[in-house]
């Protein structure tokens, strides 16, 4: 309770300093007078009084200069008008005197307070003004909506040292969510009820006040995007018209920044949208050809084999059954390609590991690759003390198969394909090089990439090979990638985890 005492006597000391500095500043005008006395009419010290009137009004305002003036008047009768140190007026014309000096320094202290104040104004308007700029500032750097909302939220509670939030709509529904606040913001139930209620309502007005809270619906000419929640915090007071006027022109900027981020999302997914479905379109169509060449293929053969059968010689049949089985190879490994796909990004695939040996590994790739291989040279250097590697067997042989196929594809036939195997560390990295025309350095992060293909010696195929290599070689914990090799062609390798007895 003394603690109060104290702290409440101080408030009235603060609450009358203003009225003890003008009364200060009369005896100090009185105390300059004095010597001035013998020298001056009594009208000249008039002066001094009004002087220190209007420091009063400049500095402490109305009330204060108003006392002031009061003050003068008896200061100047008393010390400067005979009889002295008496309130006696010896000639009547002094009181023509008294009445112009509080006239003077009613009218004075009246102006100069009116001065005071429009120029608070005009700097609090500037002030209003440069944070307003600096907050569009702020929303124009704002990439989406959490971040427009969390610079409106922290710039109010930086202005008004109020916390603050914004509640927007979940975008299913009229539900609002928090989506920023400031420091200190309680998000309590009831604030949320209210807020909710207020902005699913038809409201007449863009802002409701309760006893502790002030919430600012966010309207634009198309929608109300959604509602900021101020609360008075450690300040204990409501807002005044100015601080109200001041959110309302801040709720406008940040309804007009979600409103362009919206926009912005809107577009961007329309354009998303549109390049996906080029890219379906496109996609359908390399795939459509890649499944029909085959299919043309056998188709042909077949007939001719059928229709022509007495025309053809032993060798032309035999050319044309070989023909047909090639293609239909052809066209099971494109078909294979698009379910491991659908496996892989389904996350139906299980890995079964085991301790399998790296010699084994490429042989039994290269023994299911009889037709790939026809005519070309595959060299390979895999060490005998190689440690044996913790994988599905069958879908590293499969992830294999992809990378030797790829190189084969674009090296030329005369050249030699290599796979190379050696230890790094707890892995072991198989090396598939050829000599091919290589990777632009730009593409070779998309290589890669589902359904990508480079635009090199018209090479055909649904650019899925190395996508699925990479999936299976991940889903091991392992890791591919491609680069260019010295004197031309490309490296693709894969390091696969060394069994852990």
Request: hydrophobic share 45%.
């Amino acid at each position: 309770m003394a603690g109060t005492g104290v702290k409440n006597v101080s408030r009235g000391w603060v609450g009358y300093a203003p009225y003890a500095a003008s009364a200060l500043l009369i005896l100090l005008a009185t105390l300059a007078g004095l010597p001035l006395r013998p020298f001056l009419a009594p009208a000249n010290l008039v002066m001094l009084y009004l002087v220190a009137v209007v420091l009063a009004a400049t500095r402490y305002g109305r009330w204060p200069s108003i006392v002031a003036s009061l003050l003068s008047l008896i200061a100047f009768d008393a010390v400067f008008v005979p009889p002295y140190y008496t309130l006696g007026i010896a000639d009547a014309e002094y009181l023509l005197t008294f009445a112009g000096l509080l006239a003077v320094s009613l009218v004075i202290s009246t102006l100069a307070v009116r001065a005071r104040a429009h120029e608070q104004t005009a700097q609090r308007r500037a002030e209003q003004t440069t944070a307003l700029f600096e907050l569009s500032r702020k929303l124009a750097l704002a990439a989406n909506q959490e971040e427009i909302g969390q610079a409106a939220v922290d710039h109010i509670y930086a202005i008004l040292q109020r916390p603050a939030a914004l509640y927007l709509p979940d975008g299913k529904s009229q539900a609002i969510t928090l989506q920023a606040s400031s420091a200190h913001f309680a998000a309590t139930p009831a604030v949320l009820t209210l807020a909710q209620s207020y902005f699913q309502q038809e409201a007449a007005t863009d802002s409701l006040h309760d006893d502790t809270t002030d919430y600012l619906l966010l309207n634009t000419v198309s929608q109300r995007i959604g509602i900021l929640v101020i609360t008075q915090g450690k300040s204990g007071s409501s807002l005044n018209s100015e601080q109200h006027h001041f959110l309302t022109s801040i709720a406008s900027q940040v309804a007009l920044a979600l409103e362009k981020a919206a926009l912005a999302e809107r577009a961007r997914q329309v354009r998303l949208l549109e390049e996906t479905e080029k890219l379906h379109t496109t996609l359908l169509n390399a795939i459509s050809h890649d499944l029909r060449t085959p299919l043309a293929a056998i188709t042909g053969a077949l007939s001719s084999l059928l229709d022509d059968a007495e025309l053809l010689s032993e060798s032309a049949r035999r050319e044309l059954t070989q023909t047909a089985w090639e293609e239909a190879l052809r066209l099971n490994h494109l078909v294979g390609n698009l379910l491991d796909m659908t496996r892989l990004e389904s996350g139906s695939i299980k890995v079964v590991r085991q301790p399998c040996d790296v010699q084994d590994l490429v042989g039994a790739t290269l023994a299911q690759m009889p037709n790939r291989l026809r005519g070309r040279l595959v060299k390979r250097r895999v060490p005998d003390e190689l440690p044996p590697i913790d994988i599905d067997f069958a879908l590293i042989v499969q992830a294999l198969m992809n990378l030797v196929d790829n190189a084969l594809k674009y090296a030329p036939a005369e050249e030699i394909v290599e796979i190379e195997a050696y230890q790094s560390g707890q892995v072991v990295i198989l090396a598939v090089k050829d000599r091919g025309p290589g990777i632009p350095p730009e593409e070779l992060e998309q290589i890669f990439t589902k359904f990508f293909r480079l635009q090199t010696g018209g090479v055909g195929g649904t650019g899925l090979g190395l996508s699925i290599a990479r999936g299976i070689v991940e889903a091991h914990n392992g890791r591919v990638w491609a680069e260019n090799r010295p004197g031309g062609g490309a490296i693709f390798s894969m390091a696969l985890p060394v069994w852990q007895p």
